[in-house]
């Protein structure tokens, strides 16, 4: 399973911001997928995930309110990761990450098999 992250950038706060996940190989349309970030000086934590086994989508209680995850199964699987408003505490490296098919969300990081290279979000307030 592969994937990547796209669509970081510049922006200032109250912008809104739309993240996507193209995730390819192998049952990669049976995966959970996850939203992760990590900030200057923290640790990675978690944002969100999807589940295709059950259609649940979850989210860290921090984010709740303004994090929208949404799937598109057509062609090629794309997780999208929408924020508004932004905020300049959500400047982060943004990562997507898959749990090995067929299983549900988690919000444990270390559950998540496969990784792909982040991109960068920096909001100016």
């Known amino acids: 399973v592969q994937l990547q992250a796209s669509g970081g950038g510049l922006l200032q706060a109250g912008d809104s911001l739309r993240l996507a996940c193209a995730v390819s190989?192998?049952?990669?349309?049976?995966?959970?997928v996850g939203w992760f970030r990590q900030s200057p000086g923290k640790e990675r934590e978690f944002v969100g995930s999807?589940?295709?086994?059950?259609?649940?989508?979850?989210y860290a209680d921090s984010v709740k309110g303004r994090f929208t995850i949404s799937r598109n199964n057509a062609d090629n699987v794309v997780v999208d990761l929408q924020i508004y408003p932004l905020k300049s505490e959500d400047t982060a490296v943004y990562y997507c990450?898959?749990?090995?098919?067929?299983?549900?969300?988690?919000?444990?990081?270390?559950?998540?098999?496969?990784w792909g290279p982040g991109t960068l979000v920096t909001v100016s307030s």
């Open positions: 990450a898959a749990r090995r098919p067929g299983y549900k969300t988690s919000t444990d990081i270390s559950t998540y098999r496969y």
């Open positions: 999807n589940s295709w086994v059950d259609g649940r989508t979850e």
């Open positions: 190989g192998g049952a990669s349309v049976r995966s959970t």
